[in-house]
């Protein structure tokens, strides 16, 4: 307990020197450094002393580790890619965010290698994985997502198959609890009861409540994008005769003129 008391001071101390420096994946200081036993598959790691460590702000292929010819395309070639970049000596640098660990009791960290490299950011540079923000861990958001809409535009890897791309607004039959990525054309934009609606393709109806508005959205002007397709990050629910979902941080959206 004193350690992990510790560990969140730390955390805490230094998370202003990251801040600084998240929008480049680059760090002034590590939480501390580790030894890989060996690399699970694109996006975790098992450490010599046995603890597993996820990399967080990413998600790569599943590999089917009981058949792997049925794993997901490019698996395989993530993990293998993993490998390389942590190099032969195997010595990692972590960087904590705001959650420590998972519901599977796996650390979560940033990881750099040798070479000073951010790890996740190299992955989705290559089309290897995903830029995903989950729970509260967002220190590298702005770059990671940088990385992915280049590889996005330039279809590289992931991309170019079916299974990560957007679903079309139009077509949401039904609600889901997890977010998912949906793409719509803006039809239209108005305020109700202190939230912001915009509707995508006729059929989703995303609210973005005045608080959020202001404190992650303020510097876009919907009411221009009309007629232009929007990217959203969310789960979606029916209520009220609309399909809905809500929108609360600035990784959440992407315009489609980014991805062009």
């Known amino acids: 307990m004193k350690a992990l008391n510790f560990c969140i001071l730390l955390c805490s101390l230094l998370f202003s020197y990251y801040s600084a420096a998240n929008e480049q994946c680059s760090v002034l200081a590590y939480h501390s450094q580790a030894q890989v036993d060996k690399v699970v598959d694109g996006d ?15 998600d790569t292929p599943e590999i089917n580790h009981k058949n792997k010819t049925k794993s997901e395309p490019l698996a395989l070639q993530a993990k ?7 190099g032969k000596n195997k ?25 000073d490299e951010n790890v996740q950011q190299k992955l989705v ?20 997502r940088q990385a992915e809409l280049s590889a996005r535009v330039n279809k590289l890897g992931i991309w170019q198959y079916p299974k990560w791309q957007p679903k079309r607004a139009k077509t949401v039959a039904k609600s ?18 202190q939230v912001l609606w915009f509707v995508l393709d006729e059929r989703l109806y995303v609210g973005i409540r005045q608080q959020d508005l202001y404190q992650s959205f303020k510097t876009i002007d919907f009411t221009r994008l009309i007629g232009q397709d929007i990217h959203i990050q969310a789960s979606v629910f029916y209520k009220d005769k609309h399909w809905r979902a809500y929108l609360s941080k600035p990784w959440q959206l992407t315009l489609g003129t980014q991805l062009n």
């Open 176 to 193: 889901q609890a997890y977010q998912h990525e949906w793409v719509g054309q803006l039809n239209r934009v108005f305020n109700k009861d």
């Open 44 to 58: 975790t790691v098992k450490l010599t002393s046995g603890q597993l460590v996820r990399l967080i702000g990413i």
């Open 80 to 86: 293998q890619y993993l490998t390389e970049l942590i």
């Open 125 to 144: 540079n290559k089309g290897y994985a995903d830029a995903w923000v989950y729970g509260s861990n967002s220190l590298f958001w702005q770059c990671y």
């Open 91 to 115: 010595k990692i640098n972590l960087v904590l965010d705001n959650e420590l660990v998972d519901s599977y009791n796996r650390m979560l960290a940033h990881v750099f290698n040798h070479k």
